[in-house]
Every structure is written in C-alpha cells, then in structure tokens.
C-alpha cells in the first residue's frame, strides 16, 4: 500500500530550518563523547530475501537500543550552551524518546518526568526508571499523554521537552549523516515515521551531503496520519490500533514535520502489523538482532516494493531493538498467530 505525494519546489534548509553540515558535524561530537558510530552492514540473506543489495544500520546498537538518544543529547548540549538548562524536564513517549531524555537529563543533573500512556511496554518503562526517569502512566495512546505531559510542565514550571524539534532533529541527522557517507552508493533508503524526527534527519542528511538518493517514508497502516496529513497537505488526525509498532502509534501529525517532509519524501508505504511481524522474523533469521515493531517496519516497506527494487542499493534501518520479550516470544513463535 502505498501513496505517491504531489511534487513542489523543496525549500532551503535555512527556510526549513533543518542543520546543515557544519551543524551535523558538531552534533556528531556532542553524540560521540557517549558512544561511537553504529555499524552499518550488507546483510547476505537480507539482500538474497529482498533480491538486491540490502544495508541495514544498526540504531539498536546505542545505549538504549535505539536512535533517539542522539536527539536527546544534542538537545540539552544546547540547553546547556544557552545556559537554559532548567531544574526539571517533563516529556511523553511510547519509550524510546523517554529514554534518550532520561539519558541525556542524568548526565546533566535535570530532573526528568516522562509521561506513557497506559499498557505501555513493561520493558521499556522499566528502562526508562534505571535512568532514574519519574514514570507516570496516563492515557490511552500518545497524544493523551502528550497533552497531559504539556498541562504537568505548565502546573510545575518544568521544561517540555517535545517530540519533534531542530535540537532533536541536529542529533538524529547524525546517524543518517553516518549511514550515507559510510555508504554513498545508496540509490534508495526506508525511514519510518512516528513523530517525524527520523525522516526530517534523512532528508537533512541527504541534503546537507548533497546526495540524490530516494527517501521512502513508512507508516504503519494502522496509525495513518502522516500517510493522510501528507496526501490532504495539512494535519489529518487518524485514529491508532497497531499492536505491534508503538514507536509509529502517533495519532496526531506534527505540522512542523509536514511541511519537511512534503517536498522531499518520494513516497510512502504503510505497513501492516502482519507485514511487520515478517519482518521481525526475518531480521532474526538474517541478522540475529532483535528489532522492535518500528525498528522492522523499514525493512518490512521495502520487502512490500522488493519488485521495484531490482539492481539498486537498499538502505534499511534496524532503527530500534527494544521489545518487550513477551511480544518477541510471540512474534518467533512456529505457531505465532496473525495481528489484527
């Protein structure tokens, strides 16, 4: 399933506000002072099962397993430039977000809210309080515990930390910075979308390198807002039920991300949890790492185009590996039952 957008002239990073390369460079400092570039690597059974040249970077190799903590530790290395480092920090997430500013707040002695809906990931939660994160549970998707996250900070005096913003976006266009120069050959990347960090930092990377490389955006078909908000040219709210892809389960898309993403996404591709769930296995089978719903949802857009891929070079991203075992269980099971 997927959707063409219209084309129009993109604008210059400087009227998007996206980092060029100067700016990436300095974030790949920042990043580099906690843990070295992810790998990036030509997976044989990956590239046989897609039927061409497959790469796949490994974001689910940082400290907490997924891509996020770049964003977060370029965001408060400029809170703390500004000298604007506050007291405490309030945030909403479905995990990953929530541990990248757990991480980066610790480091720089700010107290550190995270607000997740309800039947969020045990695992993920947990990981977020070993970084020392105050956990509340309210809601019952994202959006509620956003709204909920901004009324606390409002009631504290706490700073909100969103989920889409150019300080994040700096830190997270590092790992697509280090994926195109790693692999310039690249003809066409897959990059999911949640709240649209990701993608926006693939098409600054591509951008700010000069590269002519394809950039297909991925949605969960079960969480369509971006996919909706894209083809209608403004914010189409969409409801969510995928049970597999929480780090894609946003209900209501980021104008600010829209209007990044329109001139430059080539396409996009919405995914199944089925599809997904496929992916995940056979992530396993070729590589051995465990990718979370959204962290296989790349590979899982392009194995649904694999006709149209013949003799160009892939790039796919294992963008995060945190699953609750429970789910992975499930997921790998000879017996594993079909997603709704």
């Known amino acids: 399933m997927s959707a063409v957008l219209r084309e129009e002239a993109p604008p210059s990073l400087s009227q998007m506000g996206l980092p060029d390369l100067q700016a990436i460079e300095h974030a ?7 843990f070295q570039a992810t790998p ?34 370029t965001y408060f290395d400029a809170l703390k430039q500004a000298g604007e480092l506050p007291a405490e920090m309030v945030s909403a997430t479905r995990g990953n977000h929530g541990q990248s500013m757990g991480w980066a707040a610790r480091a720089h002695g700010v107290a550190c809210t995270i607000v997740v809906p ?89 951008l700010a390198l000069k590269r002519s490389l394809r950039i297909v955006g991925v949605v969960s078909a ?17 409801p969510v039920s995928t049970q597999l892809a929480d780090g894609m389960a946003c209900r209501i898309a980021d104008q600010n991300a829209l209007d990044i993403l329109l001139p430059h996404l080539d396409h996009i591709v919405k995914v199944t949890d089925n599809e997904v769930a496929q992916a995940m296995r056979d992530l396993y089978a070729d590589t051995h790492n465990v990718a979370e719903g959204a962290g296989a949802a790349s590979f899982a857009a392009a194995m649904q185009e694999r006709a149209q891929l013949k003799g160009q070079v892939v790039g796919t991203t294992l963008c995060g590996g945190n699953v609750d075992s429970a789910t992975v269980a499930k997921v790998l099971s000879p017996h594993a039952s079909r997603f709704a």
């Open 28 to 34: 790949a400092q920042v990043v580099y002072r906690e």
């Open 222 to 238: 079960h969480a369509t807002t971006y996919a909706d908000s894209l083809a209608a040219g403004r914010v189409v709210e969409a």
């Open 118 to 206: 309800h039947g969020n990931s045990r695992e993920k939660n947990a990981a977020m309080r070993a970084l020392g994160v105050t956990l509340i549970e309210h809601g019952d998707d994202f959006q509620e515990s956003r709204e909920f996250a901004k009324r606390l900070a409002t009631e504290r005096g706490a700073h909100m930390v969103p989920s889409f913003h150019a300080r994040l976006l700096s830190g997270v266009s590092t790992y697509w910075w280090e994926f195109m120069r790693a692999v310039p050959q690249l003809d066409v990347v897959y990059v999911p979308i949640g709240q649209g960090s990701g993608a926006c930092s693939a098409i600054a990377a591509k």
């Open 40 to 73: 990036q690597y030509r997976w044989g059974l990956s590239s046989q099962r897609l039927g061409t040249d497959c790469w796949i970077k490994h974001e689910n190799h940082t400290p907490v397993g997924a891509f996020k903590i770049r964003g977060g530790l």
